[in-house]
């Protein structure tokens, strides 16, 4: 909070946010100079401070825009413990998900704005809560006299805000992040854009998750810089978007998940492209989900005459337990990209091979410890092994809201040396001339007589047997034998002649080549059947509870016997007694944002 006043005092009117909704290559702006955005910020920390809201949680509930932001900084300004989350426009299953929050945290007030104010009172009623949390609206007017708010006692070890996972692996946790957390990762990323005197960043991402809110909202205030930013939604719906911002702007840099450059290779038409100069831009992180190197050539390729440069690249790693960043590729040195023995990686060594399975590095870093761990044994190992990936560093949080268990388990780790204590991130990885390579999460391993297969790897093979086919979850099911199953989204205007009977045997041959198993399982299924969490990962076990459970929306499924008679029970009238099942759908256009990144 003292580096927000502090850049405002020192840089005022001279630097500001712009929120840019886009129409049909029209701009609408809204802008805020740090000046302005610090009086919102403390007229809703003055009220705060009235209501003596002090240590207390606050959930924030807003659509993209930059009513967020001021109450987000009021809530800093304020000593609140400010909880981002998302609106429904975004994620379908927000409301639950905030119900789960508000009872976890033991919130009493929510923040919005005006027009989703009645909504959310509506549904406060619903659910048996209006008499216990009360709604306000940040944007109708000053709260209260940005003159009368004081600055609390505070210091680098207050906790500023909880981010509540995705959970892409469990129930969401609130991750709870310090003043010092904030700090740490915001010079990290500064130090990871070359630490500009001044520059200008685009972005869209959610401000309900990290890589969004860190790496994209904060970062201007923190460095001093200028940042224009959009809604998800209005980059899903017209993605030329993001690179017309790039233009208008002269942006230096931007951050995104990797769907997102290959939403805007499938959707940016070459009218579109025409007569854009991308040559401002210096680093496009690219993060929060693997990686692809095929995706970073067609980039370079499709948007190369538009003046983008493959040194532009920053593929980096986090979550949220480490505020957002733990490795990053510095300023213009572009993706590294090596070819690994997809055997030798099966036994947990990293070999390179020219005709190997390709894995991008996602960076370095020289602010925070990482190390890789043997998971069974605690052991370090060596560069070239893959193990867990552990992290050290001032950015990791202090642990999970009220979760003393699971923070002991993933905050408190030592290796067998007694060195620590580390966070267990439960990826996996190796480290390689001091690069970071991930390679997967540990309990998504497929364990086929006795080989570990990585479901990145099984998806890749999916994903490009045919323009039809769509994302993908792979993971493993036990029958008494371990069998690899494929639940992947078909895109039926893109079939051609082809039927989904001959997508899905297409499918189940080509991963059977080219990772030599004998017991594939593909299922096809409509748009939105493959789990995701709101920051666009892969939900594995729960797409796999889902086929498990009939809740998946088949389209067609090509099955072992023992797969099967495993899920006969579970989905009768879809799957057939030969194993094939078909079920007319309809299918809409589109990444869900029930992300952003």
């Given amino acids: 909070m003292h580096r927000v006043r502090a850049q405002t005092e020192r840089l005022g009117d001279t630097r500001s946010y712009t929120f840019v909704q886009g129409r049909r290559g029209q701009f609408t702006e809204t802008r805020r100079t740090f000046t302005e955005l610090d009086l919102e910020a403390r007229a809703i920390a003055a009220w705060l401070g009235e209501r003596r809201m002090a240590d207390q949680a606050a959930l924030l509930l807003y659509p993209a825009g930059l009513a967020f932001l001021d109450a987000f900084l009021g809530c800093l300004y304020s000593r609140v413990v400010a909880v981002p989350s998302p609106l429904p426009q975004t994620d ?144 899903v719906m017209r993605p030329a978007l993001w690179l017309e911002m790039i233009d208008r702007y002269r942006a230096e840099y931007t951050v995104a998940p990797n769907f997102a450059y290959e939403w805007c290779l499938a959707r940016v038409t070459d009218a579109q492209l025409a007569g854009l100069d991308l040559s401002s831009l210096r680093f496009a992180m690219n993060g929060a989900e693997p990686v692809r190197a095929e995706t970073l050539r067609r980039v370079d ?132 001339g001091g690069d970071l390579f991930v390679t997967g999460r540990i309990k998504d391993l497929i364990i086929v007589n006795g080989r570990n297969l990585y479901p990145q790897d099984i998806e890749e093979t999916a994903r490009g047997v045919h323009p039809a086919a769509g994302a993908v979850a792979a993971f493993g099911l036990d029958t008494g034998a371990e069998h690899v199953v494929v639940v992947q989204e078909v895109r039926p205007s893109r079939l051609g002649e082809r039927t989904p009977a001959g997508l899905a045997a297409e499918v189940r041959a080509e991963i059977a080549r080219a990772h030599a198993v004998s017991s594939v399982n593909v299922v096809l299924v409509e748009r939105g059947g493959v789990s995701k969490t709101t920051s666009g990962k892969l939900q594995r076990r729960r797409t796999r509870q889902a086929l498990l459970d009939g809740a998946l929306p088949i389209v067609h499924a090509e099955l072992s016997p023992g797969v099967r008679d495993l899920l006969g029970a579970g989905s009768p009238g879809v799957l057939g007694r030969d194993g094939h099942g078909e079920r007319a759908g309809t299918h809409g256009p589109g990444p869900r944002v029930d992300e952003g990144a």
């Fill in 92 to 235: 379908p299953r927000a409301l639950e998900r905030a119900e789960g929050i508000i009872k976890d945290a033991d919130v009493r007030l929510v923040l919005t704005d005006a027009a989703s104010r009645p909504m959310l009172a509506e549904w406060l009623r619903s659910v048996g809560l209006d008499g216990r949390v009360e709604c306000v609206a940040t944007d109708e007017g000053p709260l209260a006299d940005p003159a009368a708010w004081t600055m609390p006692r505070m210091d680098a070890g207050t906790l500023a805000y909880m981010q509540y996972t995705s959970g892409s692996t469990s129930e969401p946790r609130g991750v709870m992040l310090r003043h010092s957390n904030i700090l740490h990762n915001e010079d990290s990323i500064y130090l990871a854009l070359g630490a500009p005197l001044v520059g200008t960043g685009v972005g869209w991402l959610p401000h309900y998750h990290d890589m969004g809110l860190i790496g994209m909202l904060l970062q201007p205030v923190h460095s001093g810089g200028d940042l224009a930013f959009a809604s998800p939604i209005d980059f």
């Fill in 301 to 432: 390729e499709r948007f190369g005459p538009a003046g983008w440069s493959p040194t532009v690249w920053a593929p980096g790693y986090g979550m949220a337990e480490a505020t957002l960043l733990i490795t990053c590729t510095p300023v213009g040195t572009g993706a590294v990209v090596g070819r690994f023995d997809p055997a030798e990686l099966e036994r947990h060594r990293a070999v390179p091979a020219e005709d190997g399975v390709e894995l991008v590095a996602s960076g370095r870093t020289d602010r925070m410890t990482v190390e890789i761990v043997d998971p069974e044994t605690a052991e370090p190992l060596p560069e070239g092994h893959v193990g867990e990936i552990w992290v050290r560093g001032e950015s990791v949080a202090q642990g999970y809201w009220q979760r003393e268990e699971a923070t002991r388990e993933t905050f408190g780790a030592r290796t067998a040396g007694g060195g620590g204590p580390y966070l267990r991130t439960g990826d996996l990885g190796f480290l390689r």
